[in-house]
T-cell receptor, first 109, second 115 residues
Framework: DQQVKQNSPSLSVQEGRISILNCDYT??????FLWYKKYPAEGPTFLIS?????DKNEDGRFTVFLNKSAKHLSLHIVPSQPGDSAVYFC????????FGAGTRLTVKP | EAQVTQNPRYLITVTGKKLTVTCSQN?????MSWYRQDPGLGLRQIYY???????DKGDVPEGYKVSRKEKRNFPLILESPSPNQTSLYFC??????????????FGPGTRLTVT
C-alpha cells in the first residue's frame, strides 16, 4: 500500500514555462516532505524539503507547497530549463522514508 | 570529496548464493539507509540506521540483513538471494538530526541480477 503517490508518470513543458509536479500522501503522521531529482545512472539528489508545520518553502527557482488538509504537495519550477529534465521523486518521512513512483519531467528547448 | 560509495556497482549471481553489497560514507553521517528501486514503484526503504548498532526495518526488509558496527559502513546482506530481489539498490546517508535527517546523500547504485 503506497503511502506516497505520484499519479503522473511524465510531464513535458516548454523551456521558460512553469513545471508543476504533484504528490499525494495518506499518512498524516509524516513530519517532513522532500523532493529528489534523479538523472539516469546516478543516485537521487536532494532538491528541497518542507516541514509539516509549514505550507511553503522556496529555494531559487524551486518552490514546494504543502496542503495538509488535502494531503497534497507540489513542486513548482519557474522558469523551467532543459537541465531540469530528470525524474523527480516525492518523499515523506516519519522518520522512515517513503517515496513516490516518480515523475519524468522533460523540458523542451 | 564527500561521497557515498557502493560496491559492487553491478552484480549477477545465482539463487541462494549469499552476497554482500557494501556501503561507505566519508561525511561522518549518523543516518544510513538502503533502498531498492523497481519500475513503477519508486524507491522503497529496506532498512535504516539512526546510529551505530541501531537499525530499523523499512517497508521491504524481508530477505535482507544489515549491520552497523561502525559509523561509516552499512553493508546490505542477502543470505539467500532470490530472483524477486533483482533490482537497483541505493545506499544513502544524512546527518541524522532535525531537518538534516531528511537531506540524504545517495550512492551511485548497485544493479543486482539474481538468476
Amino acid at each position: 500500500d503506497q503511502q506516497v503517490k505520484q499519479n503522473s508518470p511524465s510531464l513535458s513543458v516548454q523551456e521558460g514555462r512553469i513545471s508543476i509536479l504533484n504528490c499525494d500522501y495518506t499518512n498524516s503522521m509524516f513530519d517532513y516532505f522532500l523532493w529528489y531529482k534523479k538523472y539516469p545512472a546516478e543516485g537521487p539528489t536532494f532538491l528541497i524539503s518542507i516541514s509539516s508545520i509549514k505550507d511553503k518553502n522556496e529555494d531559487g527557482r524551486f518552490t514546494v507547497f504543502l496542503n495538509k488538509s488535502a494531503k497534497h504537495l507540489s513542486l513548482h519550477i519557474v522558469p523551467s530549463q532543459p537541465g531540469d529534465s530528470a525524474v523527480y521523486f516525492c518523499a515523506a518521512s516519519d522518520p522512515g522514508m517513503r517515496f513516490g513512483a516518480g515523475t519524468r519531467l522533460t523540458v523542451k528547448p | 570529496e564527500a561521497q557515498v560509495t557502493q560496491n559492487p556497482r553491478y552484480l549477477i549471481t545465482v539463487t541462494g548464493k549469499k552476497l554482500t553489497v557494501t556501503c561507505s560514507q566519508n561525511m561522518n553521517h549518523e543516518y544510513m539507509s538502503w533502498y531498492r528501486q523497481d519500475p513503477g514503484l519508486g524507491l522503497r526503504q529496506i532498512y535504516y540506521s539512526m546510529n551505530v548498532e541501531v537499525t530499523d526495518k523499512g517497508d521491504v526488509p524481508e530477505g535482507y540483513k544489515v549491520s552497523r558496527k561502525e559509523k561509516r559502513n552499512f553493508p546490505l546482506i542477502l543470505e539467500s538471494p532470490s530472483p524477486n530481489q533483482t533490482s537497483l539498490y541505493f545506499c544513502a546517508s544524512s546527518l541524522g538530526s532535525g531537518r538534516a535527517l531528511h537531506e540524504q546523500y545517495f550512492g551511485p547504485g548497485t544493479r543486482l541480477t539474481v538468476t
